[in-house]
């Protein structure tokens, strides 16, 4: 039984990890022992390479970060408007709870506009806390659709935060992805190559190695079956290892 080829270069960055993974996955015994320093050398790059594509992740997480920042200050200031609008309403109880409000916001949010990021979500977020024990006086003041936007908005920007935040504590080296897909792809060649040599000595049992990795080989050659789905449950089990 031949081993199949298998081009990495034409694979993408998380298609190679996805590739490198499931080989070593599909290491069966005795070869993961007869092996074990190719195979403990793979997953190490493959440890890099799912660090430096995290890296790459970060920086976009730049900008999502700053849109969100935005939608949220343009909520606040929607909500702060309405607030105003209301204590100069002629109906005396929305111009009343207006008044009420306005002196709540000037004591929560005072200046934000001024903060990082982490100190202003939470001045907004002591802010929050205050007024969702107030529906009646939001209500009164007829802001409670401004409100919600602007609480909506919070939510938008502290999940980006938060997946921006266990991105950087997850990235441990420098590495690019293109230094790291290099070195990867190295190993698995050789790691190949190492099968190849077995095959031709007529080593025992190599035919279910063989076959293990062929089916390894014709998947990812297959457009469609590294999908998403996989590439999550491959980085999960990473992250869980980092």
């Not at 190679?16 to 070593?24: A, M, P």
Request: some cysteine.
């Amino acid at each position: 039984m031949d081993l199949k080829y298998i081009a990495l270069s034409t694979l993408t960055p998380q298609e190679s990890l996805i590739f490198s993974h499931q080989l070593v996955a599909h290491t069966i015994a005795p070869f993961d022992i007869l092996m074990a320093p190719r195979i403990n050398v793979i997953l190490q790059h493959i440890d890099l390479l799912a660090r430096a594509i995290e890296s790459s992740r970060k920086r976009e997480f730049a900008g999502l970060l700053a849109f969100t920042d935005g939608q949220r200050e343009n909520g606040w200031m929607s909500f702060k408007h309405a607030v105003l609008s209301a204590m100069y309403s002629n109906d005396e109880q929305v111009s009343t709870a207006g008044e009420q409000l306005q002196e709540i916001l000037m004591q929560y949010h005072s200046e934000s506009g001024q903060l990082g990021y982490i100190e202003q979500t939470k001045v907004l977020h002591r802010l929050k806390e205050k007024l969702d024990g107030m529906p009646e006086l939001l209500s009164a003041a007829s802001v409670g659709s401004q409100y919600e936007d602007m609480v909506a908005a919070m939510h938008a920007f502290d999940q980006v935060f938060e997946e921006k935040t266990k991105v950087e504590e997850m990235i441990q080296s420098n590495y690019t992805v293109d230094k790291s897909i290099s070195e990867l792809c190295k190993q698995v060649n050789a790691l190949l190559k190492d099968v190849q040599l077995l095959i031709e000595s007529g080593e025992e049992g190599i035919e279910k190695l063989v076959q293990a990795y062929n089916t390894v080989i014709k998947e990812a050659s297959e457009s469609d079956a590294f999908d998403q789905k996989i590439l999550k449950n491959v980085m999960a089990s990473l992250v869980n290892l980092l």
